[in-house]
């Protein structure tokens, strides 16, 4: 089944050591985005790549990068990860089409821990 | 900017019980609706949408209809069970906004036996 694969699953990371995580998928959408989702609250759009065209949101902290070497996969990279940065981090994929923007495809995302 | 309201949770309810989840929503285009479910622990899963006035999106006995003259969509089920517990989310996506999800701020849902 085509789907958006994200890995690992849990990761844990001590303060200001780098992390990246990673999201592939087979659904050949040229739409990648990362969100932070901390508990209880709605998911945070951090990014969004357009086929290769990076898109930052305004308030996305310096601390996160990301890089989308092909199609099929995306990284997060947290250069300094500090306490408040421990969430779910979600990546979703899309198809731009005639119609606009479909729905998105989301992974099962990565729980990070900061300690 | 647009927006998305959800009623605040959680909600309780007994098997069987029929559903409401209340979401309106404020846009100056004309956007795409979409409510996303969310099991504990676990990404976000498109439950149902709607991308014009009158459409109605059903999934899983799920339905929700895109009402423009009162800028909702709320969600309904005749009998939920044990395994809707879960998060609900409302969202819009609006092509002049490049396609982004603007989200309600999620209703949690808890069934009882």
């Known amino acids: 089944d085509a789907m958006v694969i994200q890995n690992p699953r849990y990761q844990v990371t001590q303060f200001g050591k780098p992390v990246t995580l990673s999201c592939s998928q087979t659904?050949?959408?040229?739409?990648m985005y990362w969100y932070q989702q901390k508990s209880s609250q709605a998911p945070k759009l951090l990014f969004h790549?357009?086929?290769?065209?990076?898109?930052n949101e305004a308030d996305t902290p310096d601390n996160f990068q990301s890089r989308r070497p092909n199609t099929s996969f995306c990284f997060l990279d947290i250069r300094s990860p500090g306490l408040g940065d421990a969430a779910m981090y979600l990546c979703a994929t899309s198809r731009e089409g005639l119609a606009g923007y479909p729905e998105q495809y989301f992974g099962p995302g990565t729980r990070l821990t900061v300690t | 900017g647009d927006s998305v309201t959800q009623m605040e949770g959680p909600v309780t309810l007994s098997e069987e019980a029929f559903l409401t989840i209340n979401c309106t929503y404020t846009a100056t285009g004309y956007p795409s609706l979409f409510w996303y479910v969310q099991y504990p622990g676990e990404g976000l899963q498109l439950l149902l949408k709607a991308t014009k006035a009158d459409d109605k999106g059903s999934n899983k006995g799920f339905e929700a209809t895109y009402r423009k003259e009162t800028t909702s969509f709320h969600l309904e089920k005749g009998s939920v069970q044990v395994s809707d517990s879960a998060v609900y989310f409302c969202?819009?996506?609006?092509?002049?906004?490049?396609?982004?999800?603007?989200f309600g701020q999620g209703t949690e849902l808890s069934v009882k036996p």
């Open positions: 790549y357009y086929d290769k065209d990076f898109n």
């Open positions: 969202a819009l996506s609006d092509l002049r906004q490049g396609g982004k999800l603007i």
């Open positions: 659904l050949n959408h040229n739409v």
